[in-house]
């Protein structure tokens, strides 16, 4: 387990804590990707009441995960002269345009959860997030200690194209490409949602005469898993058992299947991180001075041993 530990321990950034509310009017408007999954909507809903205990005026605009949308909610908050702008990005891409019209209107861009692929990183103060690459690390190095560095995985993916997406994976295939019998045999999209995960494990059953020969889903969040195990049970099968199952983000749902042993792991993005989030945006409001480009939030592994932890 001390590969592991070393990766939780590397995640754990340092937030920047501002005492109490600000003895100011602050409005800061709040692009949210959408309401995909659980663990979305609960991170909103700590957005919100996290805005109310800070005193701030929270102008929230859902994306519904549409990236056209969320550039309109970017500008309308520009053209409302907020204070500052939070954005968690549908996609990594197209953000240099919005970013720039922000920067010259001078309303500071923080980013939260997501990250963007910019060509001038001065377009954003600071991304205050967990680490998505690290994530899939220790999923992985959970995996190669459970399977003893032997396993055939089928990936069900996030959305085309998002940062947790892209690093989970990066992360995850960082740790398995270490072991010569680990190998993805398998992967496609689930867009991060149950449904979505039900279909894509359907699929991977079908393909491969009822999971033969595969040792292990992993999932870029536990909405698709959730579904995955669905599919899994209605084809006769049992996840955890039969087949090894790890992914991202431990909600509530996830904790009763590690509970149940449906699930042997998760990782957990946590969803109450408001108290991250805005006493960075309030301080630098405050004294304008530089942050770091990333302000990292913890990330903890969780097993079916330790469910409830």
């Known amino acids: 387990m001390h ?18 509310s600000p003895s100011w009017a602050v409005t800061i408007g709040f692009s949210q990707v959408g309401d995909e999954g659980d663990w979305r909507p609960a991170f909103s809903k700590d957005m919100q009441d996290e805005a109310k205990k800070e005193g701030i005026d929270l102008k929230f605009a859902d994306a519904q995960g549409k990236e056209e949308e969320q550039l309109k909610a970017v500008r309308a908050f520009i053209a409302q002269k907020v204070d500052a702008i939070l954005i968690a990005p549908v996609v990594t891409t197209g953000w240099d345009q919005v970013l720039d019209e922000a920067k010259k209107a001078g309303i500071p861009v923080f ?12 377009l954003y103060v600071t991304r205050i997030s967990a680490d998505f690459n690290l994530e899939g690390r220790v999923a992985g190095a959970w995996l190669a200690q459970a399977s003893v560095g032997q396993c055939n ?18 992360g995850f295939e960082a740790i398995t490409a270490n072991f010569p019998d680990m190998k993805i045999v398998k992967s496609q999209s689930g867009d991060f949602t149950t449904d979505g995960g039900k279909k894509v494990m359907e699929a991977f059953i079908k393909s491969t005469d009822n999971l033969k020969g595969i040792c292990a889903s992993f999932a870029h969040n536990d909405n698709m898993q959730l579904g995955a195990m669905q599919a899994m049970k209605e084809a006769g099968l049992k996840p955890g058992h039969d087949v090894l199952m790890v992914s991202v983000d431990y909600v509530p749902a996830m904790k009763e299947a590690l509970a149940a042993g449906d699930a042997n792991a998760s990782v957990e993005l946590r969803s109450a991180i408001g108290k991250y989030i805005y006493p960075v945006m309030l301080q630098y409001l405050k004294d304008k001075k530089d942050l770091p480009k990333w302000v990292k939030i913890p990330s903890e592994l969780h097993r079916a041993a330790t469910a409830g932890n």
């Open 3 to 20: 590969l592991i530990k070393w990766l939780s321990g590397a995640a754990v950034g340092t937030a920047l804590l501002l005492a109490g």
């Open 153 to 170: 995985i089928v990936e069900e993916q996030g959305t085309v194209g998002s940062a947790p997406a892209i690093e989970r994976k990066k």
């Open 111 to 122: 980013l939260a959860d997501r990250d963007v692929d910019v060509k001038d990183k001065s």
